[in-house]
Every structure is written in structure tokens, then in C-alpha cells.
């Protein structure tokens, strides 16, 4: 087999993958928080046979994910809270391990816990949930504290809990399946009391629908010249094979 038909095959095959990668972000794009997969190939030689290595391929990978904040909308939700400028809320992954959001669209549990859009528990500087008692009014404060008011008494507020909010570098989070972040070794991050938060609003998320549709387009016009290539590979060869029966 032609090393260029096993290069145009593999080609077909990255630009699926890249595919992927695109309609994953564009169906997060109205996620909150939602950080943008990076799509990025890699070449690769053929490896195999004798001779000169004459052919090379593409091989596509996520690298990491686009860390540029998104754009705050106003919710006016006491329980809607985004990031101003870097920094991360700490919650509690589903393997219990601690990870890292920009998403600050938090609900109480029926349990009386704060929680996530996912219902992961949102983490406080202790590194423990953060409980709500029923009947307050919960106010997030920029300083990441959060103040409560019973329902009975509006006069005297009761400080609750304070939000873990984290600042590592970019180069030491690595996404993770579920769209969280989490350290490179598996740490935890401290506590960043320099992180700001913005209270009754939300991040959006970082996604451009229209720049995502223009990559997935080309990436479609690439599968088809790909598949171009494999069947002018096969021409050539059913070519080769005529002439070959001549001599």
C-alpha cells in the first residue's frame, strides 16, 4: 500500500478528531465559565520500511484549553458569582478530589450545602463545604465571604463562610474531563485572598460561536481533500498495476 493513502486516511481521521473538539466547544458556548478546548496538530514521520522517509502526517491534540476570561453578565442572583480578572472557585470533583471552576452559578442543596451548577460542593477556605442554614438570605461579598440573614432577624448578619479562590499559574492546571481544572502533580492550590469576585453576575463563557463555525468549515473542507487524496492514491496504483501487467 502507498505510504500516501495510509497519510490521507490518518488525515481524515485527525480532522474528525478536530471536529470533535470544535462541536464540543460550540455546544459551550452558553456555558457559564466554559474555557475553550485548544485543537493544535502535530507532525509525525512515517516510520517503517526501507529507503529515505519520503512522507510525513499530522497528528491532532489538545495541548490545553484557552484561559481568556469571558465577558460578566449581570444576574442580580445573590448566589451568582463570577471572578474578576484570574482566580478560581475550589469545588469537590466526583472523585473527591479538590478542582477548579470559573462557573459561579451556585445553588443551596436540599441538604442545606452550597453547591455547583453539577451539585459538587463548593469549597471553603478550610477545604470543607460550605453549609447554609434554611431560611436566610445569603449574600456573596467581593472578598469571597458570604453573609447570611435570617429570615426573622434582618438586622444582624452572620458570616458563614468564605470562599477558596485560587490563583496558580496557568501552566499548572491541567482540564480534566469533566471540564474541571486541577493541578499538574495533584495538590491542592492555597488560598489566594488577593482574588476579587463580582456578586449577582456570571462569566460567560470564552467560546466564539462564529470563529468555532469558521474552523469547523475548514476542518470539513480538509476532510473532503483528504478523501480527495486517498481516491487519487487509489487511481494511481490501479494505474501502476496496468502497466506493470503490460511489461
Same mark, same amino acid.
Given at each position: 500500500?502507498?505510504?500516501?493513502?495510509?497519510?490521507?486516511?490518518?488525515?481524515?481521521?485527525?480532522?474528525?478528531?478536530?471536529?470533535?473538539?470544535?462541536?464540543? %466547544?460550540?455546544?459551550?458556548?452558553? #456555558?457559564?465559565?466554559?474555557?475553550?478546548?485548544?485543537?493544535?496538530?502535530?507532525?509525525?514521520?512515517?516510520?517503517?520500511?526501507?529507503?529515505?522517509?519520503?512522507?510525513?502526517?499530522?497528528?491532532?491534540?489538545?495541548?490545553?484549553?484557552?484561559? #481568556?476570561?469571558?465577558?460578566?453578565?449581570?444576574?442580580?442572583?445573590?448566589?451568582?458569582?463570577?471572578?474578576?480578572?484570574?482566580?478560581?472557585?475550589?469545588?469537590?470533583?466526583?472523585?473527591? $478530589? $479538590?478542582?477548579?471552576?470559573?462557573?459561579?452559578?451556585?445553588?443551596?442543596?436540599?441538604?442545606?450545602?452550597?453547591?455547583?451548577?453539577?451539585?459538587?460542593?463548593?469549597?471553603?477556605?478550610?477545604?470543607?463545604?460550605?453549609?447554609?442554614?434554611?431560611?436566610?438570605?445569603?449574600?456573596? %461579598?467581593?472578598?469571597?465571604?458570604?453573609?447570611?440573614?435570617?429570615?426573622?432577624?434582618?438586622?444582624?448578619?452572620?458570616?458563614?463562610?468564605?470562599?477558596?479562590?485560587?490563583?496558580?499559574?496557568?501552566?499548572?492546571?491541567?482540564?480534566?474531563?469533566?471540564?474541571?481544572?486541577?493541578?499538574?502533580?495533584?495538590?491542592?492550590?492555597?488560598?489566594?485572598?488577593?482574588?476579587?469576585?463580582?456578586?449577582?453576575?456570571?462569566?460567560?463563557? /470564552?467560546?466564539?460561536?462564529?470563529? #468555532?463555525?469558521?474552523?469547523?468549515?475548514?476542518?470539513?473542507?480538509?476532510?473532503?481533500?483528504?478523501?480527495?487524496?486517498?481516491? /487519487?492514491? $487509489?487511481?494511481?496504483?490501479?494505474?501502476?498495476?496496468?502497466?506493470?501487467?503490460?511489461?
Amino acid at each position: 500500500m502507498d505510504r500516501a493513502l495510509y497519510i490521507a486516511g490518518t488525515g481524515a481521521r485527525e480532522l474528525m478528531r478536530r471536529q470533535d473538539v470544535q462541536a464540543s %466547544n460550540l455546544a459551550n458556548a452558553l #456555558t457559564p465559565g466554559f474555557r475553550a478546548e485548544i485543537a493544535a496538530q502535530r507532525t509525525a514521520p512515517v516510520v517503517g520500511g526501507a529507503g529515505m522517509p519520503t512522507r510525513a502526517y499530522a497528528v491532532e491534540s489538545t495541548p490545553g484549553a484557552d484561559l #481568556t476570561p469571558g465577558a460578566l453578565m449581570a444576574t442580580g442572583r445573590p448566589l451568582d458569582v463570577a471572578v474578576q480578572g484570574s482566580g478560581w472557585f475550589a469545588v469537590r470533583a466526583a472523585g473527591g $478530589e $479538590e478542582a477548579y471552576t470559573r462557573a459561579g452559578n451556585f445553588a443551596v442543596s436540599p441538604d442545606g450545602m452550597l453547591v455547583d451548577h453539577a451539585g459538587r460542593p463548593v469549597l471553603g477556605v478550610d477545604g470543607a463545604p460550605i453549609a447554609i442554614p434554611p431560611d436566610a438570605s445569603v449574600d456573596v %461579598n467581593p472578598d469571597g465571604s458570604i453573609s447570611s440573614v435570617a429570615a426573622n432577624d434582618r438586622v444582624t448578619a452572620l458570616v458563614l463562610g468564605q470562599l477558596k479562590l485560587v490563583d496558580p499559574a496557568p501552566g499548572q492546571l491541567v482540564r480534566g474531563g469533566d471540564g474541571l481544572f486541577r493541578l499538574a502533580g495533584g495538590a491542592a492550590a492555597p488560598a489566594d485572598p488577593g482574588v476579587r469576585v463580582a456578586p449577582g453576575m456570571l462569566e460567560s463563557s /470564552n467560546v466564539s460561536a462564529v470563529e #468555532t463555525m469558521v474552523t469547523m468549515i475548514s476542518a470539513a473542507r480538509h476532510f473532503d481533500l483528504q478523501v480527495q487524496m486517498m481516491q /487519487n492514491t $487509489e487511481q494511481n496504483q490501479r494505474a501502476a498495476d496496468q502497466l506493470l501487467s503490460l511489461s
